[in-house]
């Protein structure tokens, strides 16, 4: 079935784009924090004192990137899997990558398709066909120096609401299903690439939110099985649920700084403000939640021996 034949079947056709959602700044308290650190307190003027430790995540959401596989560095007989950005030409940690998929990937399952899931239910799918409002994701063992042979990329978990499933169109109308996480994952739920070979497949995801798909690659090297780590690739499936904006318990770090971490809405902002008698609070300056905790560091006070702290 071609990729125009598959969009024209009823009800595989995408809704119309979502109207597009404008990250702001959370009202009320949100979170609410009291830190018995001794004797604590926070300057009052001057720059806002919050450091974040660590870069948010970058994302991805309509270019041509590969899940890319490479030797590790040498003398570890592993494989590693990176997230090659062809518009950057650059390759990207799959830790510090998040892969946006919009709305506008979202597809109704219709009769005849069930091996994918329910007729009528939801998948958002990245397809194997480039369209510009999606990622046009591929799979590369291009330039890796092994001896001619077949990698197997196994699924190992999924962490997130949604299931798994991939597939190509077999040319007479069917579908080769390579990975199906509904019914369980199994040695069976695999894609089979050949080295120097570059392929898509198209990937369905079953419902909204943050989906965190854990893959391992496995290789003959040297004559033994050589074995990536496992190694999650992030999903951020739109619209993403919000969440409430949290703050951990700060702890000290330092004799002059202490940490808290913060967790809400990816790309959603709050305000951090700090009290003494939570009366007159002090704001610290605005904060973006990533996929990832934030770890916000802070000057340790030196007057109060109690501190709170918010979001607002």
């Known amino acids: 079935m ?13 809704p119309p784009p979502a109207a597009t959602r404008r990250p702001g700044v959370a009202t009320g308290w949100r979170s609410l924090v009291a830190a018995v650190l001794g004797v604590l307190s926070l300057p009052a003027v001057g720059a806002p004192p919050v450091l974040r430790v660590g870069e948010p995540r970058h994302m991805l959401s309509n270019e041509h990137v590969d899940l890319k596989l490479a030797l590790a560095p040498e003398g570890t ?8 950005d062809h518009l950057r030409s650059t390759n990207r940690a799959v830790l510090q990558t998040a892969i946006r998929v919009p709305e506008a990937a979202r597809l109704s399952i219709p009769e005849g398709f069930e091996s994918l899931g329910p007729a009528g239910s939801d998948l958002w799918v990245l397809p194997a066909s480039q369209d510009p409002r999606l990622l046009y994701l591929g799979l590369s063992t291009e330039g890796l120096a092994l ?3 077949t990698l197997d990329l196994f699924v190992r978990r999924i962490d997130g609401p949604a299931h798994l499933c991939i597939w190509q169109f077999d040319g007479a109308g069917g579908l080769s299903l390579s990975v199906q996480s509904r019914d369980g994952l199994t040695e069976s ?21 943050v989906t965190t798909v854990w893959l391992q690659a ?14 999650p ?6 619209p993403v649920p919000e969440t409430p904006f949290r703050l951990g318990t700060p702890r000290r770090v330092s004799a002059d700084s202490l940490e808290v971490t913060l967790t809400g809405t990816p790309g959603h902002t709050t305000r951090l403000e700090t009290s003494t008698n939570l009366v007159e609070w002090e704001s610290l300056g605005p904060v973006t939640a990533d996929f990832d905790p934030v770890v916000l560091t802070l000057p340790a006070p030196v007057a109060s021996p109690t501190r709170f702290f918010r979001t607002r």
């Open 147 to 149: 001896p001619s042979q």
């Open 77 to 84: 007989n592993l494989l590693q899997l990176v997230i090659r």
């Open 233 to 238: 690739i992030l999903f951020s499936v739109e």
């Open 189 to 209: 739920d695999r894609l089979q690439l050949p080295v120097g070979s570059h392929a898509h497949h198209n990937l369905g995801l079953s419902a909204s939110g």
């Open 218 to 231: 496995r290789a003959t090297v040297g004559g033994t099985n050589a074995w990536s780590p496992e190694t």
């Open 2 to 14: 071609t990729p125009e034949t598959q969009a024209s079947r009823q009800g595989l056709r995408p």
